[in-house]
């Protein structure tokens, strides 16, 4: 070899080193978040961007690509080159529920990442408009079974968290409603509030608005212990469904193969940021619940909300394709 080409081959390996040597992060980072800006996914991505652009020294930039329950973000992601600079707003509906739903998913939300932590859970509340006649989740039971079938439920959507909640809940009563599914939670909370459909599953943050205005009536959360958010209204677990359980969830995640020290540095920051005054003021602002896990722990309950939603699924019939 002339030694022409020994130089240039020297130089490129010590500028290949150099590069791989720069702390990270060493220039922006780009958050992908799968649904459209205002969503709260795309709030909490921000509320995480700003922060950690303060403390890690570097721009981080929310990237909105929404469409198919934000698949086409992860599917993104999922491309990206492993190396810490692109990441994704790792939500229950992508990483959770899609797999359950979906024949042909372009991305598994196991293999193809490297999940980093779950930063918040945003439970599921039953609700019917402020004049409906059921105060209760007993009183819906009894009359749904009264009249199965007749009783429409609003979703968010075929296959959204929404829709699955109301599903689990019907197989868990035993009764039979009438799916009504809607483009998103104000034309569903709208048209309940109208009388047009008597009920749905929703976030507590979605719906606390209107529950405290008195123009939605939560009869249940679907979570162990009841919402600080909704003290008063009582869990579907101790209105006769033990075990009945349904949250979302905003988690971060990289592309499979992202370094070690990246995915700990930024669960890091993730359980840094969560007791930050500020952030937590914010969090709570928004109604939702702080997790900050560890990458091995969130990994362990994305693989189980798979498995649970794939079970509600089957038992439903609920695709969407």
């Not at 240039?8 to 060493?26: I, K, T």
């Not at 978040?33 to 921000?46: E, K, M, N």
């Amino acid at each position: 070899m002339c030694p022409f080409r020994l130089l240039s081959l020297a130089l490129g390996l010590l500028l290949s080193s150099s590069v791989l040597a720069q702390p990270w992060p060493s220039r922006p980072v780009k958050i992908v978040v799968g649904f459209a800006p205002g969503s709260g996914t795309d709030i909490l991505a921000r509320v995480m961007a700003e922060r950690f652009s303060k403390t890690l020294g570097q721009p981080f930039v929310v990237e909105n690509k929404p469409g198919a329950g934000g698949s086409i973000a992860a599917e993104q992601v999922k491309n990206a080159a492993p190396d810490g600079y692109t990441l994704v707003a790792a939500g229950s509906g992508p990483f959770g529920v899609n797999p359950a739903l979906y024949a042909k998913l372009p991305y598994d939300a196991l293999r193809d990442f490297e999940l980093i932590g779950n930063i918040v859970l945003t439970p599921q509340a039953i609700v019917v408009g402020s004049s409906s006649p059921f105060a209760s989740l007993k009183d819906l039971v009894a009359a749904a079974k009264a009249r199965p079938g007749e009783i429409a439920y609003a979703s968010l959507g075929t296959g959204s968290t929404s829709h699955l909640t109301t599903e689990a809940f019907m197989s868990a009563a035993g009764i039979k409603l009438n799916h009504v599914p809607f483009k998103g939670s104000s034309d569903a909370q709208t048209q309940i509030m109208g009388g047009s459909v008597v009920l749905m599953s929703d976030t507590v943050p979605g719906i606390l608005a209107h529950a405290k205005n008195g123009k939605l009536r939560a009869l249940g959360v679907a979570i162990p212990a009841r919402s600080p958010y909704l003290p008063d209204v009582p869990t579907i677990a101790e209105q006769g469904y033990p075990g009945f359980e349904s949250v979302g969830w905003i988690g971060l995640a990289a592309p499979a193969k992202t370094p070690g020290v990246v995915v700990e540095r930024l669960n890091a920051e993730i359980r840094s940021m969560l007791v930050d005054a500020g952030v937590k003021a914010r969090i709570e602002q928004l109604a939702f619940t702080p997790v900050g896990d560890t990458p091995a722990q969130f990994a362990a309950f994305v693989k189980s909300e798979i498995v649970k939603w794939t079970k509600v699924a089957k038992e439903s019939g609920a695709r969407t394709d």
